[in-house]
């Protein structure tokens, strides 16, 4: 492959902010991409479904983190994606935590970030996405985040005039003030301003867990908490918090495809507790048409990816949906709605 044979080659001598810098100027002239897109986009029905009454081409969705400004759902729209999720938003501008803020784990498919909510703020957000051609785009998902009830509220405000839906991030590991939203009550109450406030889906992002009965107890109860607040449903999880001296900061999330386990291990525990009547969006370790499968397979509604993205380049989601295509093949089922939570 092109991408992996050259231009990810080429990438990794850069600085890993450097090289995520380079490939973000890229995606924000449309051009090219509309060209790629006549070529990269896959017209498949089989894999047609809807979360929320919303029609989506694939159950494959980008994570947040990507596009933090909403200034390149253009271009990531011609990458086919069955959905995009941009942000984090926050209401004002800030710079996020000092470099270095970013490692790869090449020989694991990983990435490590301290990024810390680089923004350019809500106002910025907005401008973004009005100057989209809305006909090409895929459904956006406004990813928002904050550390106060009512910031998070000014933010869902603005942006849902222009997006499909909400997910709200409240498991960030790089942002202390966000553990506020872990108490049930605090959630709760966050989570009822909100919906006030606007009648698009609602999603929240949780923070992932051990496999220890104190830690899934504790999941499960925040998780209720959303549900029975007027959240539609859950992203399992963000990325795994660890400590290393190579970030400025000294620690931060894990990403990539060491997390599928983990992954599909948390989808199959909120599915069982709370049944067919959510969304789950699958988050952490998508990387391959059998990491999707099986995503489903634990219950989840969608599969988020975004390290993926990085190390498999822009023609990930075309390779991805042929292999979600032949293990759908392998294992008898026709379309996406046929492959059911075990």
């Known amino acids: 492959m092109l991408y992996r044979d050259l231009i990810l080659k080429l990438l990794l001598l850069l600085p890993p902010e450097t090289a995520q810098n380079l490939a973000e100027t890229a995606l924000r002239y449309k051009a090219p991409w509309v060209l790629l897109g006549k070529y990269n986009n896959m017209d498949t029905p089989e894999l047609n479904t809807k979360i929320c009454e919303i029609s989506l081409s694939s159950p494959i969705g980008l994570a947040a983190g990507f596009d933090k400004d909403f200034r390149m759902l253009d271009s990531l729209s011609e ?11 926050i209401l004002n501008p800030q710079q996020g935590h000092p470099k270095p803020r970013l490692i790869r784990d090449v020989t694991r498919n990983s990435l490590l970030n301290s990024m810390g909510f680089p923004s350019k703020g809500l106002e910025f957000a907005i401008e973004s996405i009005k100057s989209m051609s809305s006909s090409r785009l895929s459904p956006i998902f406004g990813s928002i985040s904050g550390t106060d009830i009512n910031s998070i509220q000014i933010s869902c405000a603005g942006l849902s005039p222009f997006i499909s839906g909400i997910e709200i ?18 959630l709760s109450e966050m989570i009822k301003t909100i919906r006030d406030t606007t009648d698009k889906p609602l999603i929240i992002k949780l923070p992932p867990h051990s496999n220890e009965t104190n830690e899934i107890d504790v999941a499960l109860k925040l998780a209720d908490s959303c549900i029975s607040s007027g959240a539609d449903g859950i992203t399992v999880s963000n990325s795994r918090p660890v400590k290393d001296s190579r970030l400025a900061v000294g620690e931060g999330g894990l990403s990539g495809a060491l997390l599928i386990q983990s992954t599909l291990r948390m989808v199959s525990s909120f599915r069982s507790y709370f049944g067919s009547g959510i969304i789950i969006n699958a988050c952490g370790g998508i990387f391959t048409g059998d990491d999707v499968f099986n995503a489903l397979l634990a219950g989840a509604n969608t599969a988020q990816l975004y390290t993926a993205l990085v190390y498999r380049g822009p023609f990930a ?8 295509l032949t293990r759908m093949r392998i294992e008898g089922i026709k379309k996406i709605s046929e492959i059911k939570f075990n």
């Not at 790089?174 to 872990?182: E, I």
């Not at 989601?317 to 979600?324: A, C, D, G, S, V």
């Open 317 to 324: 989601i075309r390779h991805i949906k042929k292999e979600l």
């Open 79 to 89: 990458l086919d994606f069955g959905y995009i999720t941009a942000g984090t938003v």
């Open 169 to 186: 991030n409240i498991s960030s590991p790089n942002t202390s003030g966000l553990k506020t939203f872990h108490d049930p009550v605090k």
